[in-house]
């Protein structure tokens, strides 16, 4: 029996695309080039790339020109939002690339997951990447063990590079440097040195609706009248949400002020942002640009927030839910059970009309709050009637007002504010020089929330005793322009003058934003 005879027949080393068959002769090559900042210098890096790449590429006889792709001015730790470098690997995959040449593993990823997850995904289709810094061909025995090793440094790379940037951002915070996106922050433009400064019709805008807010106006209220009016967000959109006015009544930067970090970066790879509740420090730049809205009236602003979401009422306490539709919603209350009123259609003896009713009676009938219905002709009467026994008090009506007029701020109050102020400075400057030695802050962190409570607790005193004076100054100014007048119910000016009317069994109480009560 004749032995066996075994000829080896070497493997031909081939080099593309599984769907690239045998007539295909010349190799299908593209390249992929990116730059990740867009400053002028690395604009001109991407340009050399791709002229270099075109050039590399065509003038080889054995290679077919497949194209460039090219992402400019986008990160390399993450492959989600490069458009060109998904659109490659789609090419590849439909057959279409049989080599991709690339600078190196930086400019390919910095990621070392993705950076691999993408070679062996090419590698399946018999697709190559050619390093050209690292001169590593991911089809050579040695590729995958060097590309691991080399993804993994440029990881590092873009980790340490994260750091820097986060060393560098935290170092202008301490400057008090404030850094705004103001393409779409209304009322702010930057100048020609980055310095935020008032666009004018914005800022009409802004404190259109801290007037109307603080007026009475609900967030939905104000957001269809601008609509109405066809004024657009600072995002160029038709659409107001509630969300985003809602917003612009909590931005400190409308009084001057800027809170810095209010987020930061929990993973340099995802670029992931999460809200920044004492996980890193904060910093609170007072006066750091010109105001649209004086700071008193931002506090009036936050107090009016925290009451419209904490309405409480009737015996029980329960939570009512704030509403403007009407002028007198919310601020109606039973002089029984303390609840609000409400305005309802009722049924009586088959013809319908409008009347208001105390909530917890609606709700838990007569046995719980026996008070009355009141019938809405009767509630608005009540209110006109105490409106003009107002007016017709004249000169000596202005006379009481003007006596309750409290000084905006006294003396004691302003020594203890700049007192406080001071202290945070102190503290702060501490707080300051222990992170930079990279000792524990965390007992001067709570010192500073304490004095900035405080401090803030003072202001909001202040706010409070400076609105009451504009109150009662715009209730003497209504009462000169309207002497003697008998005036017809009328929903924006009981908004503007009236703070809540209480229903009793026989008779209204009235009171106005001055703090005069008028019982009718």
């Known amino acids: 029996m004749a032995g066996k005879n075994i000829t080896v027949i070497p493997a031909r080393k081939r080099v593309g695309s599984t769907a690239a068959k045998e ?121 995958e063990v060097l590309l691991t090793i080399m993804a993994s440094l440029a990881q590092q790379e873009s980790q340490s590079l994260s750091q820097n940037v986060k060393l560098g951002l935290q170092y202008r915070y301490q400057q008090g440097k404030v850094q705004v996106n103001h393409n779409r922050f209304m009322g702010y433009t930057k100048d020609e040195e980055g310095n935020l400064i008032i666009v004018p019709e914005e800022a009409e805008i802004i404190k259109r609706i801290y007037r109307e807010y603080l007026e009475g106006k609900s967030l939905v209220g104000i957001g269809r009248d601008l609509e109405k009016d066809g004024i657009l967000t600072a995002a160029g959109k038709p659409r107001w949400r509630p969300e985003t006015i809602k917003k612009i009544l909590l931005n400190e930067k409308y009084i001057g002020d800027a809170l810095l970090q209010k987020t930061f970066t929990v993973d340099f790879l995802t670029k992931k942002r999460v809200k920044n509740e004492g996980h890193v420090p904060q910093y609170y730049v007072e006066n750091s640009h010109e ?56 049924n009586i003896h088959g013809r319908k009309e409008f009347v208001w009713r105390c909530v917890t009676r609606i709700e838990q009938g007569p046995e719980v709050c026996k008070n009355r219905t009141v019938k809405e002709t009767e509630l608005y009467d009540a209110v006109m009637t105490a409106i003009n026994r107002l007016l017709a008090g004249g000169d000596n009506m202005i006379r009481i007002l003007e006596e309750n007029i409290y000084a905006v701020i006294g003396d004691t109050t302003e020594y203890k504010i700049s007192e406080i102020n001071t202290l945070l400075e102190e503290k702060q400057k501490e707080v300051i020089n222990l992170a930079n030695k990279g000792k524990d802050y965390d007992f001067l962190a709570d010192e500073i929330d304490k004095l900035r409570e405080k401090r803030q607790t003072l202001l909001v005193e202040d706010a409070s005793l400076s609105g009451e004076n504009e109150r009662i100054n715009e209730l003497i100014d209504f009462i000169r322009n309207n002497k003697y007048r008998t005036l017809l119910y009328d929903d924006t000016l009981v908004r503007k003058i009236i703070q809540n009317v209480t229903v009793y069994d026989d008779h209204f109480v009235i009171c106005f934003k001055s703090g005069i009560e008028i019982e009718v």
Not at 56 to 73: C, M, R
Not at 318 to 337: P, V
Request: net charge positive.
């Open 23 to 143: 007539k295909i002769k010349k190799l299908r090559v593209a390249a992929y080039c990116r730059v990740s900042t867009e400053t002028e210098e690395q604009n001109l890096s991407y340009e050399v790339q791709v002229a270099h790449y075109t050039e590399y590429i065509k003038k080889n006889t054995e290679w077919e020109f497949a194209g460039i792709f090219a992402d400019d001015g986008i990160s390399g730790t993450n492959t989600k939002k490069r458009e060109e470098f998904n659109r490659m690997i789609e090419e590849c995959m439909e057959g279409n690339i049989d080599l991709v040449i690339t600078k190196s593993i930086s400019r390919f990823a910095r990621n070392t997951l993705d950076c691999l997850k993408y070679i062996r995904q090419l590698k399946e289709k018999n697709i190559a990447v050619y390093f050209e810094k690292e001169n590593i061909n991911t089809m050579d025995a040695k590729g």
């Open 291 to 346: 105001a649209i809205i004086p700071k008193e009236l931002f506090l009036q602003a936050q107090e009016e927030l925290h009451r419209r979401s904490n309405i409480y009422t009737g015996a029980d306490k329960n939570k009512r839910i704030y509403s403007s539709k009407y002028a007198l919603s919310t601020i109606t209350f039973c002089g029984d059970c303390g609840d609000i009123y409400r305005r309802v259609y009722w």
